[in-house]
Each structure stands twice: as structure tokens, then as C-alpha cells.
């Protein structure tokens, strides 16, 4: 009796490990499926989603917005690609910009006038009332909790243009930070948020690029770079093409948005450089937007990292990074 009361036993606990293998297994089969079928639906071309689209446009949105969620974690991760860097003479990190300020060279016309402020600084451009460079420092802090976001902009009477809140009312495109809200604010507080709130910040942006791919690579530096890699330096700004559309009230619109990121880790220097256009669609890949330093100097005129050596910009500008920087280990090494 008391074998088979063990036997039975025995047999009881083996069946139910198979049944929790078999729901495991149903469960990665499910898991699997669902990642194949958004992943696989996000690539498919705009001519087959369209028959799916006319019948069922919700189900298209879900659909796509699943599959790119998952792409865009996937291509944040890092896993392979190359970096653009290159060794360093010596260190050329700054309060708020690495290798110098951006520089026109010898351009004679609409040149920046630079704007120092404690959190970032600005190459503000009068004749475009709009900054065509703001330059910044991320780094670690204890915390990313940040103040109350202030309701308006404020009018920066340093500059003679004297852009106001009220110049983009009504005009259809956001009020775009360069030196961004949550970045400033967790580092240096109700003042440095309070700066980024200036109109020599802010430039003319489309609602769905600043909403969403812009706020994503904001929200990259702040949040894992500049704590994971211990300081961030980024210089981002417009891009402006002919011809010149304008808001009501004259301020120019640019065609897209650029955005440069530097780390120096011992003597090694890696950049990433995005340039995304003002009508970029909905559910976009950042990593298709990466570009070279080389193209944006080309776009806008402007002379990045000029006090770093010839030789060390070349190898830096040239092409584009293949990847986004790796940010998993430095995250899990930072938790200990």
C-alpha cells in the first residue's frame, strides 16, 4: 500500500511539472508569435497595410505603434553596430560644450551672437530670430526629479528680435525646446528650468516630431546617458532650407532638426549625430536618422568641435555611427 501510495504520488507531481512545461512552451509559442506578428507588420510596405488600413484603421495604429515599440527597444539596446570615436590629444570637455563653441568661420553674415546662461548657452541668430545652436552638459545626479514646468515662455531681452510667447499662438507648430526642460531642470534646478523657458531657446517645431522622435532623444541623454556614462555634451539646433516659410508674425520655420551627442571616456571620444526633417512620419526609427557630423556642417554652415585637432575631427565627422551607444552593462554596473 504504501509503494503505491508513493507511486502515485510520484506520478501525480510528473504530471503536473508536464502540464507547467506545456503552458510554458504555449506561453513562449504566444510570446513569439505576437513579437513576429507586430514586428513583422511594422516592416510591411505601405501598399499591403493600405488593404488593412481601409477596412480597419485602429487596427492598423495598434498594429504599428506594437511593433515599432518594440524595434525602437531592440535598436536601443546597442547590440552591434560601430561607433564613431577616435583617441584624444587631451581633453577638451567644457561647462557646457566639448571641443569649443560651434563656429561659422568666416561667414560675415547672420552671424550668432552667444548667449551664456548658467545651464546652456546659445549661438542666437537675430536676422533668423531663432537660435542656430544651443550647446549643454548632462551628467549624473542622485535624483530625476524636476520642478513644476513652467506655463509660458519668456521674452530674452538680451536679443534685439525680442521673440515672444504670443509669436507662435495659433501658428500650428510647438514651441520647441534645444536645451531641453527635464535635462536642465534635474541638473540644475528651478533656475536652469526657468532658463530653458527663454525664447532664444526655442524654435518652431511640428507638434508630432517635438511631441514624440525629438522628446525620445531628449529623454535617451537625460535619463540613461548622462547617469549611465557619467556626463553627456550635446549641441543640437535647426536646420533651414530655401524657401523660408515664416509664422505669422515673421519668425522663419526650419525644414528639420539636428542634434549632436559627445562622450569621452579616458582618452576615447564617440559622437552620435541625428538629423530628423520637420514632416517626419509617425512611428520613425531614431537609428535611421542617424547622419555624420560632415552633413550637418554641410546643412548648416556651422564648424562642430573646432578646437579638436584636424585629424581627430576627420575620423569623428566623416560617417555616420552605426549604432546607439550600448547602455545595458554601464546601467547594471551603475545599480551596484
Request: hydrophobic share 35%; charged share 25%; proline share 6%.
Amino acid at each position: 500500500m504504501a509503494v503505491y501510495r508513493y507511486t502515485a504520488t510520484h506520478m501525480a507531481s510528473r504530471r503536473g511539472k508536464s502540464r507547467g512545461i506545456r503552458r510554458f512552451r504555449l506561453l513562449l509559442v504566444l510570446v513569439l508569435l505576437y513579437l513576429l506578428g507586430t514586428v513583422g507588420y511594422y516592416f510591411l510596405p505601405w501598399s499591403t497595410r493600405y488593404v488593412i488600413y481601409k477596412v480597419a484603421p485602429g487596427v492598423d495604429r495598434t498594429l504599428r505603434r506594437k511593433g515599432f515599440k518594440i524595434v525602437e527597444g531592440w535598436d536601443g539596446l546597442g547590440l552591434w553596430g560601430r561607433d564613431c570615436r577616435t583617441t584624444l590629444g587631451r581633453r577638451e570637455g567644457g561647462e557646457h560644450a566639448y571641443g569649443g563653441w560651434p563656429s561659422q568661420g568666416l561667414e560675415p553674415l547672420n552671424r550668432a551672437k552667444v548667449l551664456e546662461n548658467e545651464s546652456y548657452v546659445v549661438g542666437y541668430s537675430e536676422s533668423m530670430q531663432n537660435p542656430l545652436w544651443v550647446a549643454y552638459r548632462v551628467f549624473d545626479v542622485p535624483n530625476l526629479k524636476s520642478g513644476k514646468r513652467p506655463s509660458r515662455f519668456r521674452t530674452d531681452h538680451r536679443t534685439e528680435a525680442k521673440v515672444s510667447h504670443n509669436d507662435y499662438r495659433g501658428s500650428g507648430y510647438d514651441r520647441g525646446h534645444m536645451a531641453p526642460n527635464h535635462a536642465i531642470a534635474t541638473r540644475y534646478g528651478a533656475e536652469g528650468q526657468w532658463e530653458t523657458f527663454l525664447m532664444s531657446n526655442i524654435i518652431p517645431q511640428t507638434p508630432h516630431v517635438n511631441r514624440h522622435i525629438w522628446k525620445d532623444l531628449e529623454m535617451r541623454v537625460s535619463r540613461r546617458y548622462g547617469r549611465y556614462f557619467g556626463e553627456v555634451w550635446v549641441v543640437t539646433g535647426p536646420v533651414f532650407t530655401e524657401p523660408l516659410k515664416r509664422l505669422a508674425s515673421g519668425v522663419p520655420i526650419p525644414s528639420g532638426y539636428y542634434k549632436i551627442m559627445a562622450d569621452e571616456t579616458g582618452d576615447q571620444l564617440r559622437v552620435m549625430a541625428f538629423l530628423l526633417n520637420s514632416r517626419c512620419p509617425p512611428y520613425t526609427r531614431i537609428k535611421s536618422r542617424l547622419v555624420s557630423v560632415d552633413e550637418l556642417e554641410e546643412l548648416t554652415g556651422l564648424d562642430f568641435f573646432p578646437e579638436l585637432a584636424g585629424s581627430e575631427q576627420a575620423e569623428l565627422e566623416s560617417r555616420p555611427a552605426g549604432r546607439f551607444w550600448p547602455w545595458l552593462l554601464p546601467a547594471i554596473w551603475y545599480s551596484f
